[in-house]
């Protein structure tokens, strides 16, 4: 087995002494290896086919349901699980302030508590009501009517400026300089109609904390009864003067 060996290998180091150049020279290229290839596609080896497109409509669907002919759901139903939303009332437990408007009366108003208020505005600060004349001038006369003197129960005044913006005197506010804690909102109703507010006023109110919304009474009303029922009298204020206040009378 070792003659075997010794006698293949003896051919293979006279192959390496015989030619040693074919180890050692490193093989020559014309052209520089890349290390990708070269790829020029020519158009016309390639050509385009065109692309069609199709537009398919697929017909109606033979099972959809069709509107219904009357929208008469039959006779109500007496099951106590059924909910009637159009007489849902989230605040039906909630009473109404005592101060609520009831009504607006041509002179005055109609409050919740049985109160009647002819012939001036109402103020409606922390649950109380109070007789409110804004138009009243510190010129004014007093006394009785023989002696020239202007009653009380008489509206008569002025309450637009030159500019027909609405403006009171700042001391027609002063309750609410005096109430704590303050209404975070106030709602003044002009009269029978949406009458804009001088600057000076809203500048006033606002520099006491205070919210204005301006309507007209019976809408201002309206939203005072909801507001005082829900955030409540300490919260929602109102300065009202009657619907049938004329400029000038």
Not at 56 to 69: C, L, Q, T
Request: net charge positive.
């Amino acid at each position: 087995m070792e003659r075997a060996l010794s006698s293949s290998a003896r051919p293979l180091k006279n192959i390496l002494k015989s030619h040693p150049a074919r180890l050692s020279a490193p093989r020559s290229f014309s052209q520089p290896a890349s290390p990708f290839p070269r790829a020029n596609p020519s158009p016309r080896s390639s050509p385009q086919r065109p692309c069609y497109r199709s537009l398919h409509v697929s017909a109606p669907y033979a099972g959809a349901s069709r509107p219904p002919k009357s929208r008469d759901r039959g006779p109500k139903s007496n099951e106590d699980t059924q909910t009637d939303f159009g007489a849902l009332d989230v605040l039906r437990n909630t009473p109404p302030p005592a101060t609520a408007i009831d009504a607006c009366t041509h002179d005055g108003f109609a409050l919740n508590n049985q109160v009647r208020v002819s012939g001036c505005g109402v103020l409606l600060v922390g649950g109380e009501a109070f007789r409110w004349r804004p138009w009243l001038r510190s010129d004014g006369k007093e006394g009785t009517v023989a002696e020239g003197g202007v009653r009380d129960d008489v509206m008569a005044g002025r309450l637009l400026n030159a500019k027909g913006q609405w403006e009171v005197p700042d001391k027609s506010w002063g309750i609410l300089e005096l109430v704590w804690p303050k209404p975070d909102l106030l709602i003044i109703g002009t009269g029978p109609s949406v009458i804009p507010i001088a600057p000076a006023v809203r500048s006033y109110l606002n520099g006491l904390g205070i919210r204005l919304e301006i309507q007209d009474t019976r809408n201002a009303s309206a939203q005072f009864n909801l507001l005082a029922t829900e955030r409540g009298v300490t919260q929602v204020a109102a300065a009202l003067i009657p619907i049938g206040w004329k400029e000038g009378r």
